[in-house]
């Protein structure tokens, strides 16, 4: 395990991995009214650490019956968490953000060593934005009336939130702040390889003295997340996933008047022009893609390049690639953790022999792989074109495919041709580029000159197969409320 006593920032002991400063349950029930109760079936699934398949704890399994008394319990909790001074409501979520804060490093490490993420991302990107999330909707609680003049504001009542794996603890931020901020109740669902840091934000809820029921967590699979969505008592669905699953929860609410936020893949387009910064725009690049392993849906996928500078580009990102350093995901060296799960690092390989066939040009930098876990060196594809199935479809994993393009209008028109539209980068030296391309992207997010930037303020989401309906920024309340 990781020790950096250098800055005396990290320490873990050895074995095993619950020792320590990090303290994981060695089984986690379901937390439901401020309480940790025993799945109805007696079932339990092991939550493992992917870089190096260690059991790290046993996590209950919902059934219905579970779920049902998950949604009852948040029923209950809804009127008066409706009817709280709303300011009241809004220091709560402050405290949840400064309880967050103070075990920021418990949330990074137990955040890598369950998914797999580098510990330089959990520390610097995840737990530090999962607090602000809390904050900046603490802070909306008691302003709604201005967040929608002349309206009225109402919360729908019980929310389902379902999340997935790529970022545990900010996704349930993302789903629960705005939520409770409004005055809803929650019933949440972790992804059921990461559920440990939202087991761990049950333990701040019961901290920060949250009235009972206002927020509960109920953990499993997809059957889980199917019995919460078809609840007939839950009157708002909020799934960050696959776009698969996103098209069942669409059928299976059509009709029940249940309200539904989907946040599902991208194929985002990062596109450099001959004018660019070429080194920044590399790392840019760099960070686009490989960033969490590239289980990011707003990944910059799809690299296009323009034709005079794609030799100098293609050079400068072997060369960066060939940086990159592979392994321990606690390691604050570490640039490239470990995959997630065995059946994500399945899907990637697959992908990878299909670019193959399709006679695309394959580069990985040479890096030692550890024996053990779910790796996959960072990999770049060239020689793509718009038909191939590498570039069409999410692999959300680290892989870059490279194609070329001569004039903005051919890129526009290739950047666009996908079924999703979740994000987008540009590099340019030229701001009337930047304003020419966002205007004419299909895309949620476009970033220019930089990328994967979040922020609380800032809504996110998609067009097409990539979802609808925002989340945060004020865009991000109105999800969670009836307006009248
Ligand atoms: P998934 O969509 O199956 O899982 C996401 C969440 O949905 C998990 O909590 C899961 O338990 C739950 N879920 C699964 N089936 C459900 C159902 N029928 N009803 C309600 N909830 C259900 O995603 P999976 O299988 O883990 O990944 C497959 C692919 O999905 C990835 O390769 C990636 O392309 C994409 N994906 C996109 C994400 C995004 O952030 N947009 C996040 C995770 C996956
Ligand atoms: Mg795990």
Not at 27 to 53: A, C, T
Not at 84 to 102: H, M, N, S, T, V
Not at 342 to 366: A, S, V, W
């Amino acid at each position: 395990m990781a020790k950096d006593n250098k800055k005396g920032i990290f320490e873990y002991s050895a074995a095993p991995e619950s020792t320590g400063h990090i303290s994981i349950k060695e089984q986690y029930d379901l937390f439901i009214n401020n309480q940790w109760v025993k799945p109805q079936q007696g079932k339990y699934f092991d939550s493992i650490n992917p870089s190096n398949e260690n059991k790290l704890a046993s996590v209950a399994r919902a059934n219905d019956k579970d779920v049902d008394k998950a949604v009852k319990a948040a029923r209950k909790a809804f009127p008066t968490w409706a009817k709280l001074p709303a300011k009241e409501r809004g220091k709560y979520l402050y405290r949840i953000a400064r309880i967050i804060q103070e075990k920021s490093r418990e949330f990074a490490v137990i955040e890598s060593m369950d998914g797999g993420k580098p510990i330089r991302e959990s520390r610097d990107v995840d737990i530090p934005l999962a607090a602000a999330h809390f904050f900046y909707l603490g802070g909306w609680a008691d302003k709604l009336e201005y967040a929608f003049p002349g309206q009225n504001v109402e919360p729908l009542g019980v929310a389902g939130q379902i999340i997935p794996w790529n970022f545990p603890l900010l996704m349930a931020a993302w789903k629960l702040a705005p939520a409770l901020a409004c005055g809803n109740t929650v019933v949440l669902k972790p992804a059921e390889t990461t559920s440990l840091t939202a087991l761990k934000l049950a333990e701040v809820i019961q901290e920060a003295e949250l009235p009972e029921g206002v927020v509960n967590i109920v953990t499993g699979e997809g059957d889980t997340g199917a019995a919460l969505v078809n609840h007939p008592d839950v009157n708002k669905i909020a799934f960050t996933g696959s776009t698969d699953v996103g098209k069942l929860i669409q059928r299976s609410i059509a009709g029940t008047g249940k309200k539904a936020t989907l946040e599902l893949g991208g194929k985002a387009a990062n596109i450099i022009f001959e004018d660019a910064a070429i080194n920044q725009a590399v790392e840019g690049i760099i960070n686009g893609i490989y960033f969490n392993q590239g289980h990011v849906c707003c990944a910059g996928s799809r690299l296009f390049v323009q034709e005079s500078v794609v030799d100098e580009v293609i050079l400068k990102l072997k060369q960066r690639m060939g940086n990159l350093v592979l392994g321990d995901p606690l390691d604050k060296n570490t640039d490239i953790g470990a995959i997630n799960s065995k059946g994500q690092l399945q899907t990637i390989k697959k992908y990878l022999e299909i670019g193959k066939k399709d006679g695309l040009e394959m580069f990985q930098p040479k890096l030692t792989i550890p024996k053990k876990g779910f790796w996959c060196a960072p990999t770049l594809f060239t020689g793509a074109a718009q038909s191939h199935q590498i570039v069409q479809e999410e692999i959300f994993g680290p892989v870059l495919a490279v194609q070329t393009f001569r004039t903005i209008e051919e890129v526009i028109q290739k950047a666009n041709n996908t079924p999703y539209g979740l994000s987008a980068g540009v590099w340019t030296d030229k701001g009337s580029k930047i304003f020419n391309l966002t205007s004419k992207m299909r895309a949620g997010v476009v970033w220019a000159n930089t990328y994967n930037k979040f922020d609380p303020t800032s809504p996110f989401g998609g067009y097409k197969e990539s979802g609808y309906g925002r989340e945060g920024g004020v865009h991000g309340l109105e999800a969670y409320l009836k307006l009248s």
